[in-house]
């Protein structure tokens, strides 16, 4: 498998956990977002994936968009160890917050919406790190929330293995660091968190592990 | 089942073709998201939802939270007529359509953004629609690319009946159209809804047939 990926996209490294977590090999495709414009960008890039986004996954010649949905099937191809472990309810536990973070956080703080409230919109950088802030913050205090109240977490978002909610939890913490967030305040995401970054798969799929890391 | 919506949310109303497809009958439970300073913020309903958005899906007391994790919840416990039919790369397929949706377009688009852009970054009406278009737009030109280009597109998205992908893109371009941007600019999408909109399923599960309807 090849996988396009910036070393510090955090929906690409939710498919270096997946693939660490499978055990699967893969050649590394650096597209670097800052340069050239953004290499996302980039007409051979975009003949690729639609989106002009990474991840893109290949699998021989399959080729594969949307970091959740490569999850599930890397899941669906390779069984062993589940990421989608339990019942449909346990499921769809577990896939609500993954989504609370792909669906309701990650989107808003992206790179190009970023680019879009700062040129488009023109608002100061103050102002976009506080839009920054306001929705890491609103999406961890859910999920904080969906942790303690679900009875289901055990060491990991779902009990004591890693699954897709963990895969896209973990992504969103570094982002999160990186703009001064506190996720202390986010007891049961900062356990969560600290629990898999003990895990060589996610240390070895983390931004300052890839080649293209700065 | 009882379906905690608002007639508008396009959220919501990826739920009720889902349960319309499946043929389950549901309680309908109406939120309103601009009486009492949005129903949805309520303590009661925080209590069902700690992400203060609708839709909630209840399964006898089991509550569910986030569309997308819903309609493969529904897919799982009631498999016929199944909406993520065919093979691992089938189901990648149609899983990335809807997330292209619900990842990169609607969670720019949906109410408390929109909110705010307008109060808090302070915007224009216009620069507020401007975005809103924006990213309708730069979603539905990834939307039909990848219809047309992956071979995989029949009378809707995924061959001749409706999976979950149709489930997202629908919705979304109920929510273009109120924009006005013209759905007619994208072909591929413009055909898929069409035929989903022929279906008894996707009309009764659409805003205007709601009981809160306005």
Chains 1, 2 share one sequence.
Request: charged share 20%.
């Amino acid at each position: 498998m090849k996988l396009y990926s910036y070393f510090r996209s955090s929906a690409s490294y939710r498919v270096r956990i997946a693939l660490q977590l499978k055990g699967l090999p893969y050649e590394y495709m650096p597209v670097h977002l800052l340069r050239d414009g953004g290499q996302q960008l980039l007409p051979a890039y975009r003949a690729l994936n639609p989106d002009a986004l990474v991840p893109t996954l290949l699998d021989d010649d399959h080729v594969l968009i949307q970091s959740v949905a490569m999850v599930e099937y890397l899941d669906e191809t390779h069984p062993e160890p589940p990421l989608l472990p339990g019942s449909a309810l346990d499921r769809a536990y577990i896939r609500a917050l993954a989504l609370e973070v792909a669906c309701e956080i990650h989107p808003l703080n992206n790179l190009r919406v970023l680019k879009y409230i700062k040129h488009t919109l023109g608002v100061t950088e103050e102002a976009k790190d506080a839009w920054y802030r306001h929705w890491v913050e609103l999406g961890f205090e859910s999920v904080n929330t969906n942790l303690v109240r679900s009875g289901k977490a055990g060491r990991f978002c779902f009990g004591d293995t890693p699954t897709l909610a963990d895969i896209c939890l973990v992504p969103q913490v570094f982002n999160a660091q990186r703009f001064n967030i506190d996720v202390a305040r986010y007891p049961a995401i900062a356990k969560v968190f600290d629990a898999c970054m003990a895990l060589p798969a996610f240390q070895q799929a983390e931004p300052k592990a890839q080649p293209d890391a700065e």
